[in-house]
């Protein structure tokens, strides 16, 4: 593909898939990434690798490279995958739903995806995503964003999507890394306190700590959803200007 910097090569959502041939075992992108998904899922990242994805289809190494031509095409066609789930249910009442509903119903499907596909996470926040899916998840939620009160040109809803997006990601990875610490020492954040309760009373009792000693002592443990879902919009209501009544 010849652009104004030179001759670069199509990406992988651009390219044609490769000729169907005369295998015992047909293959696809899709069905490579489904494959890379569920790996992801059972080992994480740092467990896939293409002779992995090609054991478990049954094929050599070398026909996935007619497919995508390095991991990162690997991972861009995995995390299409999962944006395309995050699409799909709002696509038919993007337009007929309010901003603010909109907006929720795409962050909330976010997390479930990330919920579901921890790998997810640890791809949000780098380079953007410019997958099909990915794009139309993005449209959807600055189209949203563009109508809500109190944002006035595309200065302002640039800073509104950074901020949600900061959010996001900054929200997904402490969740999710607490969720894999617990599995990793077999302990939970309650456990966890608990053990260090006695060290924890003896510094709040110096009195040099009062505020925290009142979040200590006063403080409930929050549902990580329902703290996930009050921030999301105490956020919106932050960047409209216009709190909801």
């Known amino acids: 593909m010849d652009t104004p910097y030179g001759s670069a090569p199509l990406p992988v959502w651009e390219r044609p898939e490769p000729q169907p041939r005369a295998a015992p075992v047909p293959l696809s992108r899709a069905k490579i990434a489904a494959t890379a998904i569920r790996l992801a899922d059972e080992h994480g990242l740092e467990g896939l690798s293409v002779r992995k994805i090609a054991k478990e289809l049954g094929v050599g190494p070398m026909r996935l490279y007619d497919y995508v031509t390095n991991r990162s095409e690997l991972l861009d066609l995995m995390v299409d995958a999962v944006y395309a789930r995050i699409a799909e249910p709002g696509q038919d009442c993007a337009q007929e739903s309010g901003w ?32 099909p899916h990915a794009l139309t998840v993005g449209e959807s939620t600055a189209a949203a964003l563009s109508r809500a009160p109190g944002l006035h040109g595309v200065d302002d809803l640039q800073r509104a999507l950074g901020a949600l997006n900061a959010f996001v990601v900054g929200s997904l990875r402490r969740e999710i890394t607490e969720r894999r610490t617990a599995r990793a020492t077999g302990t939970d954040m309650s456990a966890w306190q608990a053990a260090l309760g006695p060290y924890l009373t003896r510094m709040l009792d110096t009195g040099r700590y009062p505020t925290v000693a009142r979040l200590v002592h006063d403080g409930a443990h929050l549902d990580a959803g329902e703290t996930f879902h009050h921030t999301l919009t105490t956020i919106l209501d932050g960047l409209t200007g216009h709190p909801r009544t």
């Open 100 to 131: 603010r509903a909109t907006v929720l119903d795409i962050v909330h499907r976010t997390r479930a995806a990330a919920l579901e596909h921890e790998w997810f996470a640890d791809l949000l926040g780098a380079r953007p995503h410019l997958g």
